[in-house]
């Protein structure tokens, strides 16, 4: 007789839940392979809520890892997602369909029974209660094969329930945000310094919501480069085909003039110590003298005296010399 374990595949998101939800399983004699998915929105190393090392709790749970990226596909969704947006830009059930669609490829490829993750009943609001939850599995094709194990006991019983594959009395009835429960579990099962929760996506944050509309808005279909540029500075809309962003930082800077277009205008203090602003857009060259001023603002540049600006458009180099804006002179335009 066969003594080989059968096969899960746990969409692993780094946090607790989902590592508890692993731990459930393996207690239960399942071999586990997880999927990691990464979003342009949700980097392992972003440092938000999805970095919390997932490589490393991988190796802690003893599970293979792979990797799943959803780039353009991912952009071309939130252009216009089927079942809307959260109170940022999030569109939550979308996403978490595309997360299982990828997870339902691997559990295909290595013959495994279903698919497990760490969501937690009405812990979400927009993506966890329980029409979410079947509207996620209808649209992934995965509708009876998601076993949600920290809240299964609440849920409508599953294929492998029916197929006897699992009992739900091994399965769990948390609900709602408490973290209690998971934290005990986590001493349970030797998880040591268990993360915080964390909204894990940048599109719920409020403030990089207003920044990832105002590109949808104007731009017909972004590009990772877009987006990469959304993450960092300080960003102002000039008109309908321009915006204007100014590095807060070091970091910052280095990554602005690293994802610079041919077409992109960057400035910076010729010298002082400041921000690499860039601008991009076709109206770009209009905005020059504007963009030459608020650089000026944030650098350390006396503010009530003229001081040379650099402008730099592919190998080309010319100089300006403003006074630095006051911060009336360009707040409208901030997003």
Same mark, same amino acid.
């Given at each position: ?17 989902? *590592? ?33 090392? +997932? ?67 009405? *812990?979400?609001?927009?993506? *966890? ?61 030797? +998880? ?10 940048? #599109? ?61 205008? #960057? +400035? ?19 905005? +020059? ?47």
């Amino acid at each position: 007789m066969s003594t080989e374990k059968k096969k899960v595949v746990a969409l692993l998101s780094g946090g607790l839940d989902s *590592q508890l939800a692993v731990r459930m399983m393996q207690e239960q004699g399942f071999e586990v392979s997880a999927v990691a998915i990464k979003t342009p929105f949700c980097d392992f190393d972003c440092g938000r809520g999805c970095g919390f090392e +997932i490589r490393e709790r991988a190796d802690d749970l003893n599970v293979n890892l792979k990797t799943v990226y959803l780039g353009d596909k991912y952009i071309k969704m939130l252009k216009d997602p089927k079942y809307g947006r959260g109170a940022g830009y999030n569109p939550c059930i979308d996403c978490r369909a595309m997360m299982f669609d990828a997870a339902k490829e691997h559990m295909e490829e290595i013959g495994a029974e279903f698919i497990i993750s760490g969501e937690v009943l009405g *812990q979400r609001p927009m993506s *966890q209660h329980r029409q979410a939850l079947k509207t996620i599995e209808k649209e992934s094709g995965l509708e009876g094969k998601i076993v949600r194990p920290l809240s299964a006991a609440l849920l409508p019983m599953t294929d492998p329930e029916k197929d006897g594959l699992i009992k739900r009395k091994d399965l769990g009835m948390i609900k709602g945000r408490t973290r209690r429960t998971q934290l005990d579990m986590a001493a349970k099962y030797g +998880i040591e310094n268990p993360p915080n929760a964390g909204g894990g996506c940048l #599109l719920t944050d409020r403030i990089f919501g207003a920044k990832t509309r105002d590109l949808f808005d104007h731009v017909e279909m972004p590009t990772i480069n877009d987006i990469d540029l959304l993450k960092v500075g300080r960003h102002f809309r000039m008109d309908e085909m321009t915006k204007f962003v100014v590095g807060r930082n070091k970091d910052e800077n280095e990554v602005i003039g690293a994802i610079a277009l041919p077409g992109d205008i #960057l +400035i910076e203090a010729r010298d002082h110590v400041g921000p690499v602003s860039i601008l991009r857009g076709s109206n770009a060259k209009n905005h +020059i003298e504007f963009a030459a001023k608020v650089t000026l603002r944030y650098s350390d540049a006396p503010a009530d005296k003229k001081a040379t600006v650099t402008i730099i458009k592919g190998t080309e180099k010319t100089y300006m010399d403003v006074i630095a804006a006051d911060e009336d002179y360009y707040a409208k335009f901030r997003i």
